[in-house]
């Protein structure tokens, strides 16, 4: 079965500061990855997504991740936050060939001025 | 112009009502999901599509139902209507040109039942 898991689901960091958030996903096979936002009363934006190419991926607004087979891992991070990063963060991993996405709990990030 | 919209974004409804959510996308996919997200859980899928005439139920079936109407058309239904089932609810589209299958949301609506 495949499920994945955010360590944290609140994250607070200044502005200015990395952003590291957390996920790890458990699948028999390296499976596709994404990250999705969601803005305050908006609907999913794909970030970022994993398809077996590179394993350092980027994204949309500076965010990227890395796909580390041997950690099952594929946590996303940003150099520098900035205050319009506040917003939920979901991890979601499909595997090749079946039908659902199956996604994260989410973890809400907070940027403080 | 927004390419999958949902209607409406807000309902408010009664125990025992019974409830049609709608979504409508231009994106010319031929997949349609709908999907309930509830505090600390993530989403959860209730119901796909992958064509007009092929339906099946997601993780979270029980309590709901769907109608494809047409390739950009997928209603989600509340036969009738239970307190649990306030949450907020997506829709999601995709087109299987790649096996990644990238889903695109909706906007949301939010559906409280009192």
């Known amino acids: 079965a495949q499920s994945v898991t955010q360590l944290g689901s609140h994250v607070s960091v200044s502005e200015g500061a990395l952003v590291l958030l957390r996920c790890n996903y458990s699948?028999?096979?390296?499976?596709?990855l994404f990250w999705y936002v969601q803005y305050p009363n908006q609907g999913l934006q794909l970030l970022l997504k994993?398809?077996?190419?590179?394993?350092l991926v980027k994204g949309i607004n500076g965010f990227e991740a890395e796909f580390k087979k041997s950690e099952t891992s594929f946590h996303l991070t940003k150099p520098s936050a900035h205050m319009s990063d506040a917003a939920e963060y979901f991890c979601?991993?499909?595997?090749?060939?079946?039908?659902?996405?199956?996604f994260g709990t989410g973890t809400r990030l907070t940027v403080i001025p | 112009d927004a390419d999958v919209t949902q209607t409406p974004r807000n309902r408010i409804t009664k125990t025992g009502k019974r409830i049609m959510l709608e979504c409508s996308q231009t994106?010319?996919?031929?997949?349609m999901y709908w999907y309930r997200q509830d505090p600390g859980l993530g989403l959860r899928l209730i119901y796909y599509?992958?064509?007009?005439?092929?339906?099946n139920k997601g993780e979270i079936s029980d309590g709901y139902s769907v109608s494809r109407q047409a390739q950009a058309k997928f209603s989600l239904s509340l036969e009738s209507a239970i307190p649990n089932q306030t949450a907020l609810y997506f829709c999601?589209?995709?087109?299987?040109?790649?096996?990644?299958?990238?889903?695109?949301f909706g906007p949301g609506t939010r559906l409280t039942v009192l």
């Open positions: 999601a589209t995709s087109a299987p040109s790649s096996s990644t299958d990238t889903q695109y």
């Open positions: 699948s028999s096979v390296p499976p596709y």
């Open positions: 994993y398809t077996s190419a590179a394993t």
């Open positions: 979601a991993v499909k595997r090749s060939g079946a039908n659902n996405l199956f």
């Open positions: 994106k010319g996919h031929d997949r």
């Open positions: 599509s992958f064509d007009v005439k092929d339906i």
